[in-house]
């Protein structure tokens, strides 16, 4: 269903809330009223489409299954929790297998499809350190040569957006390859000193891929990438708001030193999302997630990745930071990763002329219908208007 537009609605804009009208006009936001336009309850608000730029999968599939089944079904059911568009996300494994699940994100990139739009990839590891290798296969961990970057772009159809790496190993002609080719340098999975990180900041890395995980600590002597990235306004950091991976005191932390543009929440999620506890898996190993502990484990018990949505991420943060108004709630997973993507001309906001992708949730973020580029992707059963 297409719809043609909203009158007399709560519009959430990057700044501030506003009565008006916005309409789809072509696929693309258009700040007026249109015949045919209806008017939501006073309890409801639209707002931009939600963006997770770090998602493996979910509905049982995931994005290094390299199937367009896999990709299919997660881009028609993140819609659900307010998903317009996501980043199918790599793990480390060996290079061909890398590469298979790049041509696969890139074949259906340019094929049709319904659901939340992949607008690219972001490749997570294999140029990662085996001392944060996390859920991550130890034995895929490569150099971080350029050569085999470029490899990667070229079987992604250059629609790498973002690439996680541990520049310390040795990653100054890597780093340049990617701010050269304009995709976002993520340091991740790094045991990169703060004087290394401060270098590398000046040098293009704009991104912490889940910040506090997988990454060497803070430390009164050596700060580490965790002290660094509170320090350097201008770097970007992920953040896996369910609470397990990041306690509410250091997600406090981390909104008290880092200014509000800074920030993105991600997901990270996994196959497991959505579905009932029980066993998965993630690069051939066992994860396993349970009723009374929402994250995904290896049997040894370490963290594999999340079971999280990005609404649910929302409601976390307004609890935990209670004075963010809703659009500096709402931007940090729709033009805060716009931005990191170097994708705000085209999305993560509700502007003239930009992308229809959007939302209609509640104050509790409860999501009610999702709309990519005008055409109805998900509606709560019951809902009308």
């Known amino acids: 269903m297409e719809i043609k537009g909203f009158k007399n609605s709560n519009i959430v ?10 309409a789809s006009v072509d696929g693309k936001f258009a700040m007026k009223e249109v015949e045919g336009a209806v008017e939501l309850p006073e309890n409801l608000y639209i707002v931009p489409g939600f963006i997770d730029e770090h998602i493996h999968g979910c509905n049982g599939k995931d ?11 997660m881009a028609k059911a993140l819609p659900q929790e307010g998903v317009t568009s996501f980043c199918p996300t790599t793990m480390t494994m060996g290079v061909d297998t890398v590469i298979k699940a790049l041509e696969n994100v890139r074949a259906f990139i340019e094929s049709d499809y319904e659901g939340a739009t992949a607008i ?15 859920a991550q296969p130890e034995q895929f961990i490569i150099p971080l040569d350029p050569k085999v970057m470029q490899k990667f772009v070229e079987a992604s159809g250059d629609t790498i957006l973002i690439a996680t790496i541990a520049y310390e190993n040795d990653g100054e002609a890597l780093l340049k390859y990617l701010v050269d080719n304009g995709i976002t340098a993520s340091i991740g999975h790094s045991d990169c000193s703060a004087a290394k990180l401060k270098e590398g900041f000046e040098k293009g890395i704009s991104s912490v891929t889940h910040m506090f995980n997988a990454q060497s600590k803070f430390n009164h002597r050596e700060p580490g990438i965790v002290g660094e990235a509170l320090l350097l306004d201008g770097l970007k950091t992920e953040l896996i708001a369910d609470t397990i991976h990041v306690c509410p005191d250091a997600i406090k932390l981390l909104f008290k030193c880092k200014k509000k543009e800074d920030i993105v929440l991600i997901t990270d999620s996994l196959e497991g999302k959505f579905l009932a506890p029980g066993q998965y898996q993630l690069a051939g190993q066992k994860i396993f997630i349970s009723a009374t502990d929402p994250v995904a484990r290896l049997e040894n018990g370490t963290i594999a990745g999340s079971i999280l949505s990005l609404n649910k991420a929302l409601r976390n ?12 709630l709402i931007n940090l997973c729709t ?19 930009k992308v229809a992708d959007f939302v209609i949730i509640d104050k509790d973020f409860n999501v009610y219908a999702t709309y990519v580029a005008g055409k109805e992707a998900y509606r709560k059963e019951g809902f009308t208007f």
Do not use: W
């Not at 804009?13 to 916005?22: F, H, Q, Y």
């Not at 209670?322 to 659009?327: G, K, Q, R, S, V």
């Open 13 to 22: 804009l990057t700044d501030k809330v506003i009565k008006g009208s916005v």
């Open 63 to 73: 994005t290094m299954d390299a199937t367009r089944e896999a990709l299919e079904t």
């Open 120 to 134: 690219g990839v972001h490749l997570e590891g294999p140029f990662i350190n085996k001392t944060y290798k996390g």
């Open 317 to 328: 943060i307004h609890q935990i930071v209670p004075e963010y108004t809703l659009p500096e």
């Open 335 to 353: 033009i805060n990763p716009a931005k990191n993507l170097h994708m705000d001309g085209l999305i993560g906001s509700i502007e003239e002329g």
